[in-house]
């Protein structure tokens, strides 16, 4: 019989841990086997999870057996059991997959009372309050989760019931135990109106019906969301932990928690962290009140003495301890889950906390600093992707912007860092509609829940009324990268009518609706009605450092794609090699040399054209010559006119007759010229190579700017490095004869110059005929750009342009693809296409020089995929260089560590 269930004091493997028990499971077994004060339970493994979803929510042979044997041990343990009414155990159900997701599945809590097990539990605390407020939150929770009865009925009638005792906004905790009970009645007759049955009193029935929940909860909607966004295998399944309840709700001498080892917005060395004095777990995590600070030094002024550190220090200083053991344990940030119940601490889950890029960075390099990893591995620590975090727009200080007359209209939580303007909207659904449609909001809510993922995930950035620096919306903002102002209490969110109500410090109020513009400084808490101007984030010096680990390691060049000096010198800045593209056909849309570029692609024969490629060749070649000045010395591949010419034609009459004026015609001729030049599918029409080979001058005089270019910083000491690629080449021949049109007019400038420069000629692979015609083609090439934008269109048969209708439903409805193509490189079809180029190229070609200028040549998986092709270099626009340095340093520290 097959193991499914495991106790935490079982050996597992080191390997197995977390694939076998998820990361909650992992991490109660991992602590168990420290001496750390954890509850004692056991964890379904995610091999049953799959074959309940498999088998129509059937059970694995033998493992019904293994639940009532690891039930048996806890109960021995505790002296307590299942359904006793004299010692009755209570257990949590909680959901646990290999990569965490926060609140995306399901939790039953308090499992184990029914009428019976309810007195019994108020004769062994002595707290007849304490057993009932339990037991409405079990049959809340077991009402809603398991049963389907809807969330919301359970809250109005505990509204209901705060408005009989005389005060609607009272706490849950002031709550006598009488009205309790009521509410416990009031929930029973619920959950029988709704489902036609009472709630199980069978603690065994529940118990399976809690299971069930869970592992449903693994093919629930936002789950699903949240796994596409963060890319996790369906087929992980997750783990189910049940685990003894221990009690934060018993008392002022109890509570619940939830910190981190270090900060997780900035990367501090400090302990962070809030809890709630008397309540279970899931009141700090849903944000439904505001908590307390975990140190004096983190609570608001004159709130000093409610923090853990002052309220009960004892438990505070055990507590430092136990973190302190964990992260020394685990060699990273830990998100420690934790209950006080009657002054003793238990310890429910650690895991690997969430962070910024910015706590990311801080914290690996500090981790170096402190001994405990060495630069190799905090290289590796460090999500690529999340690097463009530190990207991200911010807004002046506020006591700047109050110098100014700028105040904020109130004062939150700073939850996530980085500055979001937008329109208000309250609703996840309207959100992610908005902003497909272009626009920028700001999602406002009471609190979020696991169902506003998508939501949050289109909003620039999100505003909470209640809940803390951990509460839901913080942490899933921090992990998505997003803007975030948290547990904002002077606001009064109105779903129904659209509006929300600011109370302002001087007493009046202020009213937003939906659509208005609001800002949000997530780095400060601070929120502003109105549009604010934001500035470029500021300098991390430990990106610095760590970024000079990754390119030591690294074996991949990394260049960029840039068309200007702007361009060029944000690329330098940003740690580019060389440019890896160089679009010419950017320049021909400038505006002082548009018209001369019309004038040459309509004009009336090849002398005609012959005179506007003669004004045009000067203004490229000034444009030649800043960007490789720019570039001081490194590698700049300028790729020849790729565009079909009748991207130039004009679109207006009066541009019509602009460009007649010029030619010296009449605007119903040149009409008629630009008609004749029309394509039905441009895009793989008269373009690139093609249009280089019937109307070579074009080619010629791109090729003489260069070089004209490069020889006159060279007569100034100025190091320049041109290689000229060809565009849309599938025939080996087309290479050959523009190969020789470059070579012929850099002899013509050479010769007029009366210096030289080495360059190279090589081509853009493009086209799957490319790929297979590689070894020919490298005949006649110094170098292979791969540009995978067009090549990914060319395998697929997909225009890019027209992608966005259809493929979003093969990836996440129809799981035909594992992601967008164009985003990420399809290693199976394209990406072997491009393997065999490179095969057949470098046989032909020893030492062929090998790159990669499609938008892939950002995204780290493709980055990897090229650094284990052995190419020479990637190239992405300039923002994605940070990303793509690191990501190559770690596909070279795994490939180095295999």
Same mark, same amino acid.
């Given at each position: 019989m097959t193991k499914t269930v495991f106790s935490f004091r079982d050996e597992v493997s080191e390997a197995d841990l977390r694939p076998l028990l998820g990361g909650k499971g992992a991490g109660l077994n991992l602590m168990t086997h420290l001496g750390i004060p954890v509850p004692p339970g056991f964890t379904l493994s995610t091999q049953v999870c799959n074959h309940f979803r498999e088998h129509d929510g059937a059970y694995p042979d033998g493992t019904k057996q293994q639940v009532l044997e690891a039930l048996a041990e806890v109960e021995a343990n505790l002296q307590r059991g299942l359904g006793d009414a004299e010692a009755p155990l209570l257990v949590s159900v909680r959901s646990g997959a290999r990569a965490s997701m926060p609140g995306m599945m399901d939790t039953i809590l308090n499992l184990g009372l029914n009428d019976q097990t309810v007195e019994g539990l108020a004769r062994l605390s002595g707290d007849r309050r304490f057993a009932f407020d339990a037991y409405r939150r079990f049959l809340q929770m077991y009402g809603d989760v398991v049963l389907g009865v809807p969330h919301a009925q359970f809250e109005q009638a505990l509204s209901a019931l705060k408005v009989e005792q005389g005060d609607a906004s009272m706490l849950d905790q002031a709550l006598p135990a009488e009205a309790l009970e009521r509410l416990v009645v009031t929930y029973q007759r619920l959950i029988e109106d709704a489902t036609g049955g009472p709630c199980p009193s069978d603690t065994k029935e529940q118990l399976w019906g809690a299971i069930g929940a869970v592992f449903g909860s693994w093919d629930n909607a936002r789950a699903i969301r949240y796994r596409r966004m963060q890319e996790i295998d369906d087929a992980w399944g997750t783990a189910c932990t049940i685990q003894a309840m221990v009690f934060g709700n018993q008392g002022d001498t109890s509570g619940s928690g939830v910190a981190f080892t270090r900060? @997780?917005?900035?990367?501090?060395?400090?302990?962070? %962290?809030?809890?709630?004095?008397?309540?279970?777990?899931?009141?700090?995590?849903? %944000?439904?009140?505001?908590?307390?600070?975990?140190?004096?030094?983190?609570?608001?002024?004159?709130?000093?003495?409610?923090? #853990?550190?002052?309220?009960?220090?004892?438990?505070?200083?055990?507590?430092?301890?136990?973190?302190?053991?964990?992260?020394?344990?685990?060699?990273?940030?830990?998100?420690?889950?934790?209950?006080?119940?009657?002054?003793?601490?238990?310890?429910?889950?650690?895991?690997?906390?969430?962070?910024?890029?910015? =706590?990311?960075?801080?914290?690996?390099?500090?981790?170096?600093?402190?001994?405990?990893?060495?630069?190799?591995?905090?290289?590796?620590?460090?999500?690529?992707?999340?690097?463009?975090?530190?990207?991200?727009?911010?807004?002046?200080?506020?006591?700047?912007?109050?110098?100014?007359?700028?105040?904020?209209?109130?004062?939150?939580?700073?939850?996530? @860092?980085?500055?979001?303007?937008?329109?208000?909207?309250?609703?996840?659904?309207?959100?992610?509609?908005?902003?497909?449609?272009?626009?920028?909001?700001?999602?406002?809510?009471?609190?979020?829940?696991?169902?506003?993922?998508?939501?949050?995930?289109?909003?620039?950035?999100?505003?909470?009324?209640?809940?803390?620096?951990? =509460?839901?919306?913080?942490?899933?903002?921090?992990?998505?990268?997003?803007?975030?102002?948290?547990?904002?209490?002077?606001?009064?969110?109105?779903?129904?009518?659209?509006?929300?109500?600011?109370?302002?410090?001087?007493? %009046?109020?202020?009213?937003?609706?939906? %659509?208005?513009?609001?800002?949000?400084?997530?780095?400060?808490?601070?929120?502003?009605?109105?549009? #604010?101007?934001?500035?470029?984030?500021?300098?991390?010096?430990?990106?610095?450092?760590?970024?000079?680990?990754?390119?030591?390691?690294?074996?991949?060049?990394?260049?960029?794609?840039?068309?200007?000096?702007?361009?060029?010198?944000?690329?330098?800045?940003?740690?580019?090699?060389?440019?890896?593209?160089? !679009?010419?056909?950017?320049?021909?849309?400038?505006?002082?040399?548009?018209?001369?570029?019309?004038?040459?692609?309509?004009?009336?024969?090849?002398?005609?054209?012959?005179?506007?490629?003669?004004?045009?060749?000067?203004?490229?070649?000034?444009?030649?010559?800043?960007?490789?000045?720019?570039?001081?010395?490194?590698?700049?591949?300028?790729?020849?006119?790729?565009?079909?010419?009748?991207?130039?034609?004009?679109?207006?009459?009066?541009?019509?007759?602009?460009?007649?004026?010029?030619?010296?015609?009449?605007?119903?001729?040149?009409?008629? !010229?630009?008609?004749?030049?029309?394509?039905?599918?441009?895009?793989?029409?008269?373009?690139?190579?093609?249009?280089?080979?019937?109307?070579?001058?074009?080619?010629?005089?791109?090729?003489?700017?260069?070089?004209?270019?490069?020889?006159?910083?060279?007569?100034?000491?100025?190091?320049?490095?041109?290689?000229?690629?060809?565009?849309?080449v599938g025939i080996a021949g087309e290479v050959e004869r523009l190969r020789a049109v470059v070579e012929d007019a850099a002899r013509e400038v050479f010769e007029q110059q009366g210096r030289e420069v080495e360059f190279l000629v090589g081509t853009m692979i493009e086209l799957p005929r490319a790929c297979l015609r590689a070894g020919e083609i490298a005949a006649h090439a110094d170098f292979f750009s791969f540009g995978t934008n067009d090549l990914t269109q060319t395998t697929f048969g997909i225009s890019r342009d027209d992608a966005g209708k259809f493929l979003p439903a093969y990836v996440t409805e129809l799981g035909l693809l594992e992601a967008d193509p164009f985003v990420r490189l399809d290693l199976d079809g394209v990406g072997a296409l491009v393997a065999m180029a490179v095969e057949r190229g470098r046989a032909a070609r020893p030492g062929l020089k090998l790159g990669l200028c499609g938008e892939h040549g950002g995204e780290p998986r493709s980055i990897g995929f090229c650094a284990e092709l052995g190419l020479d270099y990637v190239s992405c626009s300039p923002p994605r260089l940070p990303v793509a340095r690191l990501a190559a340093a770690q596909a070279a520290i795994r490939a180095a560590t295999a």
């Open positions: 900060n @997780p917005s900035t990367g501090e060395r400090a302990l962070y %962290g809030e809890y709630l004095p008397n309540a279970q777990g899931e009141d700090v995590v849903a %944000g439904i009140r505001t908590p307390l600070a975990l140190t004096a030094a983190a609570a608001a002024p004159g709130r000093e003495d409610s923090s #853990l550190e002052r309220a009960m220090p004892a438990v505070f200083q055990e507590f430092v301890a136990l973190a302190e053991r964990l992260e020394a344990h685990f060699r990273d940030m830990q998100d420690i889950e934790f209950t006080i119940q009657d002054g003793e601490v238990f310890i429910l889950q650690t895991r690997t906390g969430k962070r910024t890029a910015h =706590s990311a960075v801080k914290v690996a390099v500090s981790l170096v600093d402190e001994g405990v990893i060495e630069p190799a591995e905090a290289v590796l620590r460090v999500d690529p992707t999340s690097l463009e975090q530190l990207l991200h727009a911010r807004l002046p200080a506020p006591a700047e912007l109050e110098s100014q007359g700028i105040r904020p209209l109130a004062i939150g939580l700073p939850a996530s @860092p980085g500055a979001a303007s937008g329109r208000i909207v309250f609703h996840a659904d309207d959100a992610e509609r908005l902003a497909d449609a272009g626009k920028k909001v700001i999602l406002v809510r009471r609190e979020t829940s696991p169902e506003d993922i998508h939501g949050m995930q289109a909003a620039e950035g999100i505003l909470t009324a209640t809940g803390g620096m951990t =509460s839901h919306a913080a942490v899933v903002a921090r992990g998505l990268g997003k803007c975030c102002v948290a547990g904002v209490s002077a606001l009064s969110v109105d779903y129904a009518k659209a509006l929300v109500t600011v109370r302002l410090a001087d007493g %009046g109020t202020e009213v937003l609706k939906e %659509g208005d513009a609001m800002t949000l400084d997530g780095s400060h808490g601070a929120v502003y009605a109105g549009t #604010l101007e934001v500035s470029a984030a500021a300098t991390l010096p430990e990106l610095e450092r760590l970024m000079e680990w990754a390119d030591a390691r690294r074996v991949l060049g990394i260049r960029a794609n840039a068309d200007t000096p702007e361009g060029a010198r944000q690329a330098r800045s940003l740690g580019a090699q060389g440019i890896g593209l160089c !679009r010419t056909e950017h320049m021909f849309f400038a505006e002082d040399r548009l018209e001369a570029v019309r004038c040459m692609v309509l004009a009336r024969g090849g002398e005609e054209r012959e005179t506007w490629l003669k004004k045009i060749e000067p203004m490229q070649e000034q444009d030649f010559l800043e960007i490789f000045e720019a570039m001081q010395g490194l590698p700049v591949t300028v790729r020849l006119l790729d565009w079909p010419l009748h991207e130039f034609i004009p679109k207006l009459q009066e541009e019509y007759e602009s460009v007649a004026r010029a030619l010296g015609d009449d605007p119903t001729s040149v009409r008629q !010229r630009a008609e004749a030049m029309h394509e039905l599918n441009p895009m793989l029409g008269h373009r690139g190579a093609r249009v280089g080979l019937t109307v070579p001058g074009i080619y010629r005089t791109q090729a003489r700017a260069v070089f004209s270019a490069a020889c006159k910083l060279a007569a100034r000491g100025i190091e320049v490095h041109p290689e000229i690629m060809i565009p849309v």
